[in-house]
Protein backbone atom coordinates (compact mmCIF):
# COMPACT_ATOMS: atom_id res chain seq x y z
CA UNK A 1 0.00 0.00 0.00
CA UNK A 2 0.92 2.96 -0.80
CA UNK A 3 0.20 6.50 1.22
CA UNK A 4 0.98 10.38 0.61
CA UNK A 5 2.74 12.97 2.22
CA UNK A 6 0.67 15.15 4.46
CA UNK A 7 -0.95 18.63 4.83
CA UNK A 8 -4.17 19.62 6.10
CA UNK A 9 -6.65 20.52 3.20
CA UNK A 10 -10.23 22.05 3.95
CA UNK A 11 -10.99 22.71 0.07
CA UNK A 12 -13.98 24.56 -1.70
CA UNK A 13 -15.17 23.49 -5.03
CA UNK A 14 -14.18 26.31 -6.88
CA UNK A 15 -10.62 25.70 -6.03
CA UNK A 16 -10.64 21.90 -7.02
CA UNK A 17 -8.93 22.33 -10.53
CA UNK A 18 -5.86 23.82 -8.49
CA UNK A 19 -4.94 20.34 -7.88
CA UNK A 20 -2.23 21.20 -4.42
CA UNK A 21 -2.17 21.77 -0.95
CA UNK A 22 -2.23 24.93 -1.31
CA UNK A 23 -6.00 24.97 -2.47
CA UNK A 24 -7.46 24.76 1.15
CA UNK A 25 -5.44 27.09 2.65
CA UNK A 26 -6.81 29.79 0.54
CA UNK A 27 -10.99 28.10 0.69
CA UNK A 28 -10.05 28.39 4.69
CA UNK A 29 -8.88 31.91 4.61
CA UNK A 30 -11.31 33.25 2.71
CA UNK A 31 -13.80 31.93 5.13
CA UNK A 32 -12.17 33.34 8.42
CA UNK A 33 -9.24 31.28 8.97
CA UNK A 34 -5.77 32.67 9.66
CA UNK A 35 -3.02 31.40 7.27
CA UNK A 36 -1.46 29.76 10.36
CA UNK A 37 -4.64 27.24 10.87
CA UNK A 38 -4.55 25.85 7.27
CA UNK A 39 -0.65 25.29 6.91
CA UNK A 40 -0.28 22.95 4.12
CA UNK A 41 2.98 21.55 4.67
CA UNK A 42 6.42 21.79 3.68
CA UNK A 43 7.37 23.42 -0.27
CA UNK A 44 9.19 19.57 -0.59
CA UNK A 45 5.99 18.49 -0.51
CA UNK A 46 3.84 20.72 -2.50
CA UNK A 47 6.18 19.95 -5.43
CA UNK A 48 5.49 16.36 -5.19
CA UNK A 49 2.38 17.05 -6.11
CA UNK A 50 2.78 19.43 -8.68
CA UNK A 51 5.12 16.77 -10.42
CA UNK A 52 2.34 13.64 -10.62
CA UNK A 53 0.76 13.20 -13.69
CA UNK A 54 -2.57 13.57 -13.78
CA UNK A 55 -5.52 12.40 -16.21
CA UNK A 56 -7.97 15.07 -17.10
CA UNK A 57 -11.58 15.10 -17.99
CA UNK A 58 -10.18 15.38 -22.13
CA UNK A 59 -7.39 12.58 -21.76
CA UNK A 60 -7.52 9.45 -23.70
CA UNK A 61 -7.92 7.26 -21.23
CA UNK A 62 -11.32 8.80 -20.31
CA UNK A 63 -12.60 7.91 -24.11
CA UNK A 64 -10.84 4.20 -23.89
CA UNK A 65 -12.86 4.17 -20.24
CA UNK A 66 -15.97 4.83 -21.92
CA UNK A 67 -15.16 2.39 -25.32
CA UNK A 68 -14.75 -0.35 -22.86
CA UNK A 69 -17.83 -0.34 -21.58
CA UNK A 70 -20.75 -2.73 -22.57
CA UNK A 71 -23.55 -1.22 -24.56
CA UNK A 72 -27.11 -2.64 -25.53
CA UNK A 73 -26.54 -1.03 -28.63
CA UNK A 74 -29.90 1.41 -28.00
CA UNK A 75 -29.74 4.93 -27.64
CA UNK A 76 -32.18 6.91 -24.60
CA UNK A 77 -32.70 10.68 -26.06
CA UNK A 78 -33.92 13.14 -23.96
CA UNK A 79 -34.19 17.23 -23.70
CA UNK A 80 -34.29 19.12 -20.69
CA UNK A 81 -35.09 23.17 -20.77
CA UNK A 82 -33.93 24.61 -16.76
CA UNK A 83 -36.17 27.62 -16.58
CA UNK A 84 -38.15 30.20 -13.79
CA UNK A 85 -41.74 29.66 -13.58
CA UNK A 86 -44.51 29.06 -11.52
CA UNK A 87 -45.36 26.06 -9.63
CA UNK A 88 -48.71 24.91 -7.65
CA UNK A 89 -47.77 23.51 -4.65
CA UNK A 90 -50.87 22.62 -2.95
CA UNK A 91 -52.30 26.16 -3.61
CA UNK A 92 -49.60 27.67 -3.08
CA UNK A 93 -48.07 29.65 -6.02
CA UNK A 94 -44.17 29.67 -6.05
CA UNK A 95 -41.42 31.44 -8.13
CA UNK A 96 -38.72 28.83 -8.91
CA UNK A 97 -36.41 27.00 -11.16
CA UNK A 98 -37.27 23.74 -12.88
CA UNK A 99 -36.66 21.39 -15.41
CA UNK A 100 -40.14 21.63 -17.16
CA UNK A 101 -42.60 23.51 -15.43
CA UNK A 102 -43.02 21.03 -12.34
CA UNK A 103 -41.65 20.84 -8.73
CA UNK A 104 -39.48 17.80 -9.45
CA UNK A 105 -38.53 17.48 -13.35
CA UNK A 106 -39.23 14.51 -15.67
CA UNK A 107 -38.55 11.02 -14.64
CA UNK A 108 -35.97 9.46 -17.25
CA UNK A 109 -36.27 5.87 -17.94
CA UNK A 110 -33.84 3.85 -20.08
CA UNK A 111 -32.11 -0.14 -19.80
CA UNK A 112 -28.92 -1.01 -18.47
CA UNK A 113 -25.86 -0.28 -21.45
CA UNK A 114 -28.22 2.22 -23.30
CA UNK A 115 -26.29 4.92 -24.44
CA UNK A 116 -28.02 8.00 -23.04
CA UNK A 117 -28.04 11.61 -24.95
CA UNK A 118 -29.74 14.40 -22.97
CA UNK A 119 -29.68 18.46 -24.24
CA UNK A 120 -30.03 20.69 -21.61
CA UNK A 121 -31.13 24.04 -22.84
CA UNK A 122 -30.19 26.70 -20.28
CA UNK A 123 -32.55 29.48 -20.01
CA UNK A 124 -31.87 30.58 -16.08
CA UNK A 125 -30.17 33.81 -15.19
CA UNK A 126 -26.92 32.01 -13.65
CA UNK A 127 -24.95 29.20 -15.23
CA UNK A 128 -25.72 25.51 -14.70
CA UNK A 129 -24.78 21.78 -15.10
CA UNK A 130 -26.14 19.13 -14.60
CA UNK A 131 -24.92 15.50 -12.38
CA UNK A 132 -25.83 12.11 -12.91
CA UNK A 133 -25.91 10.67 -9.16
CA UNK A 134 -24.58 7.82 -8.88
CA UNK A 135 -23.78 6.60 -12.77
CA UNK A 136 -20.43 4.80 -13.16
CA UNK A 137 -20.23 7.95 -16.24
CA UNK A 138 -17.64 8.87 -18.32
CA UNK A 139 -15.72 11.63 -16.53
CA UNK A 140 -16.28 14.68 -18.89
CA UNK A 141 -19.75 14.00 -18.87
CA UNK A 142 -19.97 14.02 -14.90
CA UNK A 143 -21.53 17.63 -14.37
CA UNK A 144 -19.05 18.90 -11.97
CA UNK A 145 -18.16 22.52 -13.06
CA UNK A 146 -15.28 23.69 -13.40
CA UNK A 147 -13.43 20.33 -13.36
CA UNK A 148 -15.18 18.52 -15.79
CA UNK A 149 -17.07 20.96 -17.78
CA UNK A 150 -17.68 24.57 -18.59
CA UNK A 151 -20.69 25.33 -17.12
CA UNK A 152 -23.69 25.86 -19.50
CA UNK A 153 -23.57 29.34 -20.30
CA UNK A 154 -26.99 31.25 -18.56
CA UNK A 155 -30.14 32.44 -20.20
CA UNK A 156 -29.50 30.40 -23.73
CA UNK A 157 -26.58 28.00 -23.05
CA UNK A 158 -26.47 24.51 -24.32
CA UNK A 159 -24.73 21.43 -23.58
CA UNK A 160 -25.45 17.89 -24.48
CA UNK A 161 -24.73 14.88 -22.19
CA UNK A 162 -23.46 11.68 -24.51
CA UNK A 163 -23.10 8.81 -22.26
CA UNK A 164 -22.99 5.17 -21.66
CA UNK A 165 -25.63 3.95 -18.79
CA UNK A 166 -23.79 0.80 -17.53
CA UNK A 167 -25.39 -0.39 -14.39
CA UNK A 168 -28.91 -1.03 -13.46
CA UNK A 169 -31.02 0.53 -10.90
CA UNK A 170 -32.36 3.48 -9.28
CA UNK A 171 -30.09 7.16 -9.76
CA UNK A 172 -31.04 10.79 -9.77
CA UNK A 173 -30.00 13.39 -11.69
CA UNK A 174 -29.48 17.24 -10.00
CA UNK A 175 -28.03 20.44 -10.71
CA UNK A 176 -24.47 21.12 -9.57
CA UNK A 177 -24.34 24.43 -9.37
CA UNK A 178 -24.34 26.30 -6.25
CA UNK A 179 -27.74 25.36 -4.40
CA UNK A 180 -29.62 24.93 -7.49
CA UNK A 181 -30.73 21.50 -6.77
CA UNK A 182 -32.55 22.90 -3.50
CA UNK A 183 -35.28 24.34 -5.74
CA UNK A 184 -36.62 21.97 -8.78
CA UNK A 185 -33.64 21.10 -10.86
CA UNK A 186 -33.40 17.28 -9.78
CA UNK A 187 -35.28 14.45 -10.84
CA UNK A 188 -35.15 10.42 -10.91
CA UNK A 189 -33.25 8.36 -13.66
CA UNK A 190 -34.12 4.92 -13.78
CA UNK A 191 -32.05 2.12 -15.46
CA UNK A 192 -33.82 -1.09 -16.35
CA UNK A 193 -32.35 -4.58 -15.56
CA UNK A 194 -33.66 -6.94 -18.28
CA UNK A 195 -32.17 -9.80 -15.52
CA UNK A 196 -34.11 -8.33 -12.98
CA UNK A 197 -35.14 -10.99 -10.14
CA UNK A 198 -37.00 -9.06 -7.79
CA UNK A 199 -39.82 -10.75 -8.27
CA UNK A 200 -41.77 -7.04 -9.00
CA UNK A 201 -44.94 -6.75 -10.94
CA UNK A 202 -44.73 -3.05 -11.35
CA UNK A 203 -42.81 -0.47 -9.89
CA UNK A 204 -43.14 3.05 -9.06
CA UNK A 205 -40.89 6.10 -8.14
CA UNK A 206 -41.34 8.13 -5.05
CA UNK A 207 -38.70 11.32 -5.26
CA UNK A 208 -38.80 13.20 -1.48
CA UNK A 209 -37.66 16.89 -1.11
CA UNK A 210 -37.40 19.66 1.28
CA UNK A 211 -39.13 22.43 -0.12
CA UNK A 212 -37.83 26.73 0.92
CA UNK A 213 -38.04 28.60 -1.89
CA UNK A 214 -40.64 30.81 -2.86
CA UNK A 215 -42.31 29.82 0.61
CA UNK A 216 -41.05 33.42 1.88
CA UNK A 217 -37.24 32.90 1.26
CA UNK A 218 -34.56 31.19 -1.31
CA UNK A 219 -31.85 28.99 -0.40
CA UNK A 220 -28.89 31.56 -0.89
CA UNK A 221 -30.68 33.57 2.04
CA UNK A 222 -30.99 30.54 3.93
CA UNK A 223 -26.97 30.03 3.65
CA UNK A 224 -26.26 33.37 4.01
CA UNK A 225 -28.57 33.06 7.63
CA UNK A 226 -26.30 30.00 8.34
CA UNK A 227 -22.52 31.74 7.30
CA UNK A 228 -22.53 34.91 5.99
CA UNK A 229 -18.86 34.34 4.84
CA UNK A 230 -19.94 31.75 2.85
CA UNK A 231 -22.86 32.94 0.81
CA UNK A 232 -20.69 36.35 0.96
CA UNK A 233 -18.10 34.47 -1.83
CA UNK A 234 -21.27 33.43 -4.04
CA UNK A 235 -20.82 30.18 -6.36
CA UNK A 236 -18.65 31.50 -9.59
CA UNK A 237 -16.62 28.67 -9.54
CA UNK A 238 -18.42 25.51 -9.88
CA UNK A 239 -21.19 27.07 -12.14
CA UNK A 240 -23.64 29.86 -10.53
CA UNK A 241 -23.76 33.39 -10.11
CA UNK A 242 -23.88 35.44 -7.08
CA UNK A 243 -26.68 35.14 -4.26
CA UNK A 244 -29.42 37.47 -4.56
CA UNK A 245 -31.97 38.02 -2.03
CA UNK A 246 -34.36 40.21 -0.40
CA UNK A 247 -34.44 41.24 3.16
CA UNK A 248 -37.65 40.12 4.00
CA UNK A 249 -36.01 36.57 2.25
CA UNK A 250 -33.33 37.30 4.82
CA UNK A 251 -35.74 37.31 7.91
CA UNK A 252 -37.69 34.02 7.33
CA UNK A 253 -34.22 31.75 6.23
CA UNK A 254 -33.15 33.49 9.84
CA UNK A 255 -36.26 31.97 11.29
CA UNK A 256 -36.34 28.67 9.56
CA UNK A 257 -32.69 28.24 10.71
CA UNK A 258 -33.12 29.24 14.56
CA UNK A 259 -35.81 26.77 15.37
CA UNK A 260 -33.33 24.27 16.82
CA UNK A 261 -31.13 21.30 15.44
CA UNK A 262 -33.41 18.02 15.52
CA UNK A 263 -32.65 14.89 17.20
CA UNK A 264 -32.26 11.56 16.21
CA UNK A 265 -30.92 8.19 18.38
CA UNK A 266 -29.98 6.23 14.58
CA UNK A 267 -28.20 8.89 12.94
CA UNK A 268 -26.20 9.76 16.20
CA UNK A 269 -27.96 13.04 17.49
CA UNK A 270 -28.09 16.52 15.80
CA UNK A 271 -29.90 16.06 12.49
CA UNK A 272 -30.08 19.36 10.71
CA UNK A 273 -29.42 23.16 10.94
CA UNK A 274 -33.10 23.92 8.59
CA UNK A 275 -36.85 23.89 10.05
CA UNK A 276 -38.06 23.32 6.14
CA UNK A 277 -41.77 24.57 5.66
CA UNK A 278 -42.87 22.07 3.48
CA UNK A 279 -41.84 18.70 2.61
CA UNK A 280 -42.79 16.99 -1.20
CA UNK A 281 -43.03 13.65 -2.45
CA UNK A 282 -43.06 13.90 -6.76
CA UNK A 283 -43.13 17.67 -6.38
CA UNK A 284 -46.51 17.46 -4.45
CA UNK A 285 -47.19 18.19 -0.39
CA UNK A 286 -49.51 16.20 1.33
CA UNK A 287 -52.58 17.99 0.63
CA UNK A 288 -52.62 17.60 -2.53
CA UNK A 289 -50.95 14.34 -3.21
CA UNK A 290 -49.60 12.25 -6.54
CA UNK A 291 -51.95 9.07 -5.66
CA UNK A 292 -49.76 5.62 -6.60
CA UNK A 293 -52.20 3.22 -7.91
CA UNK A 294 -51.73 -0.60 -8.23
CA UNK A 295 -53.42 -3.93 -8.55
CA UNK A 296 -54.38 -5.35 -5.10
CA UNK A 297 -52.00 -8.52 -4.93
CA UNK A 298 -49.74 -7.19 -7.58
CA UNK A 299 -46.05 -7.38 -6.20
CA UNK A 300 -45.01 -3.71 -6.44
CA UNK A 301 -41.85 -1.77 -6.05
CA UNK A 302 -41.29 1.72 -4.65
CA UNK A 303 -37.62 3.03 -5.94
CA UNK A 304 -37.56 5.48 -3.47
CA UNK A 305 -34.80 9.24 -3.26
CA UNK A 306 -34.02 11.61 -1.17
CA UNK A 307 -33.69 13.95 -3.17
CA UNK A 308 -33.53 16.88 -0.06
CA UNK A 309 -31.01 19.32 -0.03
CA UNK A 310 -30.64 19.12 3.99
CA UNK A 311 -33.15 16.28 5.42
CA UNK A 312 -33.16 12.91 6.47
CA UNK A 313 -36.61 10.56 6.14
CA UNK A 314 -38.40 8.21 8.14
CA UNK A 315 -39.93 6.10 4.93
CA UNK A 316 -42.92 3.37 5.75
CA UNK A 317 -46.58 2.16 4.09
CA UNK A 318 -49.31 1.58 6.40
CA UNK A 319 -50.72 -1.59 6.41
CA UNK A 320 -47.73 -2.68 4.59
CA UNK A 321 -44.22 -4.53 5.58
CA UNK A 322 -41.27 -3.68 3.52
CA UNK A 323 -38.97 -6.07 1.47
CA UNK A 324 -35.60 -3.88 0.74
CA UNK A 325 -33.97 -5.05 -2.33
CA UNK A 326 -31.79 -2.63 -3.28
CA UNK A 327 -29.86 0.73 -2.23
CA UNK A 328 -28.59 2.86 -4.61
CA UNK A 329 -29.17 0.77 -7.15
CA UNK A 330 -27.15 -2.21 -6.36
CA UNK A 331 -29.31 -5.13 -4.95
CA UNK A 332 -28.72 -6.13 -1.18
CA UNK A 333 -30.22 -9.28 0.36
CA UNK A 334 -33.72 -9.34 0.88
CA UNK A 335 -35.00 -7.61 4.27
CA UNK A 336 -38.06 -6.85 5.92
CA UNK A 337 -39.25 -4.04 7.62
CA UNK A 338 -41.34 -1.62 8.66
CA UNK A 339 -39.96 1.50 8.38
CA UNK A 340 -36.16 2.38 6.88
CA UNK A 341 -34.43 5.75 7.23
CA UNK A 342 -32.73 7.23 3.78
CA UNK A 343 -29.94 10.24 4.14
CA UNK A 344 -29.66 12.83 1.22
CA UNK A 345 -28.96 11.28 -1.94
CA UNK A 346 -30.04 7.48 -0.78
CA UNK A 347 -31.59 5.45 -2.77
CA UNK A 348 -33.67 2.69 -1.39
CA UNK A 349 -35.99 0.43 -3.46
CA UNK A 350 -38.56 -2.28 -1.52
CA UNK A 351 -40.98 -4.31 -2.45
CA UNK A 352 -44.63 -4.42 -0.83
CA UNK A 353 -47.51 -6.55 -1.59
CA UNK A 354 -50.33 -4.87 -2.43
CA UNK A 355 -53.24 -4.63 0.07
CA UNK A 356 -56.83 -3.56 -1.37
CA UNK A 357 -57.72 0.10 0.20
CA UNK A 358 -56.17 3.96 -0.01
CA UNK A 359 -52.98 3.19 2.32
CA UNK A 360 -50.91 6.64 3.46
CA UNK A 361 -47.16 6.71 2.53
CA UNK A 362 -45.41 8.76 4.81
CA UNK A 363 -41.65 10.13 4.41
CA UNK A 364 -41.74 12.09 8.17
CA UNK A 365 -38.53 13.94 8.79
CA UNK A 366 -36.42 12.08 11.02
CA UNK A 367 -35.37 13.64 14.37
CA UNK A 368 -37.90 16.66 13.79
CA UNK A 369 -41.42 17.66 13.04
CA UNK A 370 -42.29 17.64 9.57
CA UNK A 371 -43.28 15.22 6.82
CA UNK A 372 -44.15 14.42 3.14
CA UNK A 373 -47.45 11.99 1.92
CA UNK A 374 -49.21 10.96 -0.54
CA UNK A 375 -50.82 7.70 -1.12
CA UNK A 376 -51.14 3.96 -2.24
CA UNK A 377 -54.67 3.26 -3.21
CA UNK A 378 -56.14 -0.46 -5.31
CA UNK A 379 -57.63 -0.30 -8.30
CA UNK A 380 -60.80 -1.14 -6.37
CA UNK A 381 -60.00 1.27 -3.47
CA UNK A 382 -62.27 4.56 -3.89
CA UNK A 383 -59.94 7.61 -2.63
CA UNK A 384 -59.70 9.18 0.51
CA UNK A 385 -61.75 11.72 1.78
CA UNK A 386 -58.83 13.55 3.34
CA UNK A 387 -55.36 12.08 2.32
CA UNK A 388 -53.52 13.67 4.77
CA UNK A 389 -53.46 11.78 7.63
CA UNK A 390 -50.65 14.58 9.47
CA UNK A 391 -47.64 11.71 9.02
CA UNK A 392 -48.61 10.10 11.61
CA UNK A 393 -48.79 5.68 10.91
CA UNK A 394 -47.72 3.27 13.44
CA UNK A 395 -45.48 1.70 10.63
CA UNK A 396 -42.90 4.38 11.45
CA UNK A 397 -42.20 3.03 15.04
CA UNK A 398 -42.17 -0.33 14.00
CA UNK A 399 -39.15 -2.74 12.56
CA UNK A 400 -36.24 -0.03 11.87
CA UNK A 401 -33.79 -1.75 9.45
CA UNK A 402 -30.58 0.85 9.25
CA UNK A 403 -28.29 0.43 6.15
CA UNK A 404 -25.59 -1.18 8.79
CA UNK A 405 -27.84 -4.17 8.95
CA UNK A 406 -28.52 -4.37 5.31
CA UNK A 407 -26.49 -6.91 3.24
CA UNK A 408 -25.18 -7.06 -0.28
CA UNK A 409 -26.66 -9.61 -2.69
CA UNK A 410 -24.02 -12.23 -3.67
CA UNK A 411 -23.94 -11.07 -7.71
CA UNK A 412 -22.71 -7.34 -6.81
CA UNK A 413 -20.20 -8.09 -4.30
CA UNK A 414 -16.82 -6.61 -4.98
CA UNK A 415 -14.29 -9.07 -5.45
CA UNK A 416 -11.66 -9.71 -2.39
CA UNK A 417 -8.29 -8.60 -3.00
CA UNK A 418 -5.66 -6.13 -1.55
CA UNK A 419 -5.76 -2.75 -0.77
CA UNK A 420 -2.79 -0.60 -2.91
CA UNK A 421 -3.82 2.26 -1.64
CA UNK A 422 -5.18 3.04 2.15
CA UNK A 423 -6.54 6.89 3.02
CA UNK A 424 -7.95 8.43 6.23
CA UNK A 425 -9.81 11.64 6.51
CA UNK A 426 -10.73 13.40 9.19
CA UNK A 427 -14.86 15.24 8.64
CA UNK A 428 -14.99 18.21 10.54
CA UNK A 429 -16.74 21.37 11.74
CA UNK A 430 -14.37 24.75 12.45
CA UNK A 431 -15.25 25.39 15.97
CA UNK A 432 -19.14 26.55 16.26
CA UNK A 433 -19.27 28.27 12.82
CA UNK A 434 -20.84 26.73 10.11
CA UNK A 435 -17.92 25.74 8.41
CA UNK A 436 -17.25 22.26 7.67
CA UNK A 437 -14.53 20.47 6.05
CA UNK A 438 -12.60 17.23 5.14
CA UNK A 439 -9.00 17.53 7.12
CA UNK A 440 -5.95 15.50 7.87
CA UNK A 441 -2.36 14.04 6.05
CA UNK A 442 -4.69 12.33 3.02
CA UNK A 443 -7.82 15.12 2.24
CA UNK A 444 -5.79 16.60 -0.77
CA UNK A 445 -3.97 13.75 -2.05
CA UNK A 446 -6.56 11.35 -2.71
CA UNK A 447 -4.52 9.98 -5.95
CA UNK A 448 -5.16 6.53 -7.16
CA UNK A 449 -3.63 4.44 -10.53
CA UNK A 450 -6.25 2.81 -12.82
CA UNK A 451 -6.31 -0.70 -11.59
CA UNK A 452 -5.56 -0.30 -8.17
CA UNK A 453 -7.94 -0.86 -4.73
CA UNK A 454 -8.66 2.13 -2.80
CA UNK A 455 -9.29 2.34 0.65
CA UNK A 456 -10.65 5.89 2.33
CA UNK A 457 -11.63 5.29 6.08
CA UNK A 458 -13.86 8.72 7.44
CA UNK A 459 -13.31 9.77 10.75
CA UNK A 460 -16.05 11.87 11.97
CA UNK A 461 -15.22 14.01 14.50
CA UNK A 462 -18.02 16.68 14.13
CA UNK A 463 -21.06 16.77 16.11
CA UNK A 464 -23.55 16.09 13.11
CA UNK A 465 -23.52 13.04 10.52
CA UNK A 466 -22.88 13.14 7.13
CA UNK A 467 -24.05 11.86 4.06
CA UNK A 468 -20.69 11.16 1.97
CA UNK A 469 -20.68 10.68 -1.55
CA UNK A 470 -18.35 9.31 -4.49
CA UNK A 471 -18.76 10.78 -7.81
CA UNK A 472 -18.00 8.19 -10.72
CA UNK A 473 -17.72 4.72 -8.65
CA UNK A 474 -19.81 3.03 -5.97
CA UNK A 475 -18.13 1.98 -3.31
CA UNK A 476 -18.41 -1.36 -0.97
CA UNK A 477 -18.56 -0.85 2.65
CA UNK A 478 -16.42 -3.31 4.54
CA UNK A 479 -17.97 -3.01 8.20
CA UNK A 480 -21.30 -3.36 6.64
CA UNK A 481 -20.63 -6.85 5.06
CA UNK A 482 -19.45 -5.20 1.48
CA UNK A 483 -23.03 -2.99 1.28
CA UNK A 484 -22.26 -1.28 -2.24
CA UNK A 485 -23.68 2.49 -1.83
CA UNK A 486 -22.47 5.61 -3.52
CA UNK A 487 -23.31 7.42 -0.48
CA UNK A 488 -23.25 6.60 2.90
CA UNK A 489 -24.18 8.21 6.42
CA UNK A 490 -21.32 8.95 8.02
CA UNK A 491 -22.24 9.40 12.15
CA UNK A 492 -20.64 11.66 14.58
CA UNK A 493 -17.81 10.52 16.48
CA UNK A 494 -17.77 7.06 14.41
CA UNK A 495 -15.18 5.63 12.17
CA UNK A 496 -16.39 4.15 8.24
CA UNK A 497 -14.45 2.55 5.61
CA UNK A 498 -15.02 2.30 1.89
CA UNK A 499 -13.50 0.30 -0.48
CA UNK A 500 -13.78 0.70 -4.41
CA UNK A 501 -11.61 -0.05 -7.89
CA UNK A 502 -10.24 2.77 -9.54
CA UNK A 503 -11.78 1.89 -12.90
CA UNK A 504 -12.86 4.99 -14.35
CA UNK A 505 -10.25 7.50 -14.71
CA UNK A 506 -10.56 11.02 -14.49
CA UNK A 507 -11.44 13.85 -11.72
CA UNK A 508 -13.86 12.82 -9.11
CA UNK A 509 -15.47 14.57 -6.68
CA UNK A 510 -15.81 12.94 -2.93
CA UNK A 511 -18.25 15.11 -0.65
CA UNK A 512 -20.80 15.30 1.92
CA UNK A 513 -24.79 15.41 0.13
CA UNK A 514 -26.18 17.81 2.97
CA UNK A 515 -26.13 20.50 -0.06
CA UNK A 516 -25.50 23.43 2.74
CA UNK A 517 -22.23 21.39 4.19
CA UNK A 518 -20.57 20.98 0.61
CA UNK A 519 -21.16 24.79 0.16
CA UNK A 520 -19.48 25.27 3.55
CA UNK A 521 -16.50 23.12 2.57
CA UNK A 522 -17.23 19.37 3.16
CA UNK A 523 -15.73 17.83 -0.42
CA UNK A 524 -12.51 16.96 -1.56
CA UNK A 525 -11.12 15.61 -5.03
CA UNK A 526 -9.91 12.26 -6.05
CA UNK A 527 -7.64 12.32 -9.03
CA UNK A 528 -6.41 9.10 -11.28
CA UNK A 529 -2.41 10.06 -12.12
CA UNK A 530 -0.66 7.80 -14.41
Same mark, same amino acid.
Given at each position: ???????L??? /?? @??L???T?G *?????L =? +?? %?FGAT???????G??A?A?????IR????E??A??????????T??F??????????L???????W?YGGA????????S??D??????????PQ???LH???? /?I @???MDG??? *??Q??? =? +?? %????????????P????????S?L???R??????????P???T?A??D???????????L????D????A???????H???????????YT???????QQ???A?H?????L?????????P???????????P?????????RLR???????A??P????????????????G???QP?????V????A???D?????????W??V?K???RD????????S???V????P??G????EL?????????L?????????N?????D??V?L??AG????????GP??GR???K?????????VN??P?????H?H????A?????G???????V????????????????????H???A?????GM?AN?????
Amino acid at each position: MTRPGSGLVLA /RR @RFLRLGTLG *VGAVGL =G +AL %GFGATACSSGTSGQQAVATELDYIRPTDPEVAAAEAARATSGATAAFALAAGVGAVDLGGRIVNTWTYGGAAVAPELRLSKGDRVRVSVDNGLPQETTLHWHGI /RI @RNDMDGAAP *VTQEPI =G +AD %GGRFEYDFVAPDPGTYWYHSHSGLQADRGLFGAMIIEDPNDATGADADAVLVLDDWVDGLGTTPDAVLAALNPQVAGHGHAGHGAGPAEYTDADASVAQQITSAGHGDSVPLGGMTQHIAYPLHLINGRPPNDPAVVEAAAGQRLRLRVVNAAAETPYRFAVAGHELTVVAVDGFDVQPTTADTVILGMAQRVDVLVTVRSGAWPIVAKVEGRDGYASTVLRSHDAVPMSNPDVGGDIPELNGRLVAESELRPAESVLLENRDVDRDYRVELIQAGDRYVWGMAGPDAGRLVMKEGERIRITMVNSSPMWHPMHTHGHTFAVPGYGGLRRDTVNVLPGTELAIEFDADNPGEWMFHCHNAYHFEAGMTANLRYIR
